[in-house]
């Protein structure tokens, strides 16, 4: 394939969603060329090595509740095997009286609504009286405001406000990145949405979709890191003559006759019968709405050192820290901790990543536990003070942990606004000027939205 050669396919971001398209369109016999504008492919399914250890620095799990990931998989035939996370699922630690308290997370629940309020795992996180406020939920009139409140509001008019505060925003935050104040359920869980419209009650429509079975068996991983997911599409794409080209940002888009010219960072153009967008919200914005401007291209994750960063403001820190503490051999708080706002941590989420991932574990030197912190704002966790990280452990987990049983720290940095969507009038844009969208920006957050939007933008771009 010339470069002045028009393809029938261009393909902007080299993300899941972009991979998935191009593999999915270069085998049904389309010529595809991919432009990402960093270095690697995968986009937020990073690699990150930590005590000898190659796992995920983004993304390290799917929820199952699709399907979708398994069947990419199996359909697609790559070589990839699907991880269960150990059974035990994780903590929330919320603050109480005279410090924080800690109980599991509740079993059967939705983003945080639970499907038996009255359970004892729900009782011992929001206490009896609100349990039985939202057990009463499904007897409330259905709401019938013509706009819809967001999740918080939602949660707390129709469930209480504890089991807002306690259940339905930390795990909001956690998931998505965003308060509970912030999100409304119909794009974070369109489904759960429905099902809320039909029933009238939320309770009611979370207990028609929580999962019945163990904790943390909502979700899967890959043996080696879901980073390879990305690499293996990437590889299949390039089997079938998809051109993958990384360090090629494209900032402009042109109508041209039969199609599309892609404008390259270093001025080189490429043609396209039919252009797709697998960028993040703001870069797709840009893209679509200013046709001959320039977009800012963004890479996820861009090494400096041992600090990876994208180099904006708006970034939020994730650390990796090796810890040697004997305390952690038991796996205390199970696959992790989720940290509800109001306690006094720095960071949102734990993920004790060997206890979640047996072959994580296995790769380990013995005593040598991996754990994984996500900030709750940007800036935190910046000076990778191992005296600090060590308290932040400390405080989650209930462990003794002191400096210097911190071996290895790596602090990543992701753009916040990376996880927004993008507005009905952009979308409405890009569809007017026959620009086809994907990835989490148009399907929302998440491997289990994204994957199978864009298969189905691959089945479409393939007719
Ligand atoms: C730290 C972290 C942890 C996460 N954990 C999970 C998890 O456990 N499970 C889960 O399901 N989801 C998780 N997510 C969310 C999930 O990773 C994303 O929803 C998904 O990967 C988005 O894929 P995408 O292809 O839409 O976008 P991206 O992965 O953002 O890919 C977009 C690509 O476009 C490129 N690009 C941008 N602008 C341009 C341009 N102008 N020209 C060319 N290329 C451009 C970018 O460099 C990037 O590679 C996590 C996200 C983060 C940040």
């Known amino acids: 394939m010339n470069d002045t050669d028009p393809v029938d396919v261009a393909v902007v971001g080299a993300g899941i969603a972009g991979l998935v398209v191009a593999a999915e369109a270069a085998r049904a016999g389309l010529r595809v060329v991919v432009c990402e504008s960093g270095p690697h492919v995968g986009g937020m399914l990073r690699p990150l090595t930590i005590a000898g250890v190659e796992t995920d620095a983004g993304a390290e799990s799917f929820a199952t509740r699709t399907g979708a990931v398994a069947a990419l998989i199996g359909e697609l035939g790559l070589p990839l095997d699907i991880a269960l996370p150990r ?21 059967r629940t939705i983003l945080g609504i639970p499907a038996d309020p009255l359970a004892a795992d729900v009782v011992r996180i ?14 409330l009139p259905a709401a019938r405001a013509a706009a819809e409140p967001d999740l918080h509001t939602l949660a707390a008019t129709r469930l209480g406000p504890r089991v807002a505060d306690l259940l339905v925003d930390p795990i909001c935050r956690s998931v998505y990145s965003r308060p509970a104040g912030a999100a409304r359920l119909s794009r974070l869980h369109p489904e759960l949405w429905r099902r809320y419209r039909e029933h ?27 980073w390879r997911l990305a690499a293996a599409l990437a590889d299949l794409a390039r089997a079938h003559g998809a051109r993958v080209r990384t360090d090629a940002p494209v900032t402009a888009l042109r109508a041209v006759d039969g199609g599309h010219e892609l404008v390259l960072g270093d001025g080189s153009a490429v043609r396209a019968r039919r252009v797709v967008l697998a960028v993040d919200a703001r870069a797709a914005a840009r893209l679509i709405r200013s046709p001959s401007g320039t977009a800012g291209p963004r890479t996820p994750g861009e090494p400096a050192g041992r600090v990876e960063s994208v180099g904006e403001d708006d970034a939020v820190a994730v650390v990796h820290v090796a810890v040697e503490a004997p305390g952690l051999d038991a796996f205390p708080v199970g696959s992790g901790v989720i ?31 991996v754990l994984r912190l996500s900030a709750r704002e940007a800036g935190a966790f910046e000076a990778r003070d191992r005296a600090a990280l060590a308290r932040e452990v400390a405080l989650l987990t209930g462990v003794a942990v002191e400096a210097g049983d911190i071996r290895e720290e790596v602090v990543m940095r992701w753009p916040v606004a990376a996880s927004g969507m993008l507005p009905a009038e952009v979308v409405a844009e890009a569809e007017r000027r026959g620009i086809v969208l994907a990835g989490a920006a148009v399907a929302g957050t998440g491997l289990a939205s994204v994957v199978p939007h864009a298969r189905a933008v691959g089945a479409t771009l393939a007719r």
């Not at 035990?88 to 630690?93: D, I, K, P, R």
């Not at 929001?126 to 007897?139: M, Q, R, T």
């Not at 009611?204 to 068996?217: D, K, N, Q, T, V």
């Open 87 to 107: 059974p035990g699922g994780a903590q929330l630690v919320w603050p109480a009286a005279g410090g924080i308290d800690r109980a599991p997370l509740p079993q």
């Open 126 to 139: 929001v206490g009896a009286d609100a349990a039985a406020l939202a057990a009463a939920e499904p007897a």
């Open 200 to 226: 009238g009650s939320l309770v009611e429509a979370a207990a028609s979709l929580a999962p019945g079975g163990r904790p943390g068996s909502a979700v899967g991983g890959i043996r080696g890191g879901v």
């Open 339 to 369: 940290v509800a706002p109001g306690t006094d941590a720095a960071a949102k989420a734990l993920t004790h990543v060997n206890a979640k991932w047996p072959w994580v574990g296995e790769a380990l030197p013995p005593g040598v536990h």
